[in-house]
């Protein structure tokens, strides 16, 4: 699974590529937005299954 790190003004923001329905995680920090995201993968599997990561697609768009 690969997970988009994305640096904003105030801050980090994380979440998973391709994944439906599965909440980013924040932080001042790489490294806080990574254990963030990180704890709501574990959180949602440990709730919904594994089988729910599966992604919608595995082509991701970008726009700009």
């Given amino acids: 699974m690969k997970v988009i790190i994305e640096k904003h003004p105030d ?5 998973p590529a391709g994944i439906v329905g599965l909440a980013g995680g924040e932080g001042d920090t790489f490294e806080e ?3 963030d995201v990180q704890s709501a993968i574990r959180f949602h599997i440990e709730t919904f299954g594994r089988e729910s990561l599966e992604s ?9």
């Fill in 11 to 15: 801050g980090y923001v994380a979440y």
């Fill in 33 to 35: 937005a990574l254990r």
């Fill in 56 to 64: 919608e697609s595995p082509a991701l768009d970008a726009f700009i």
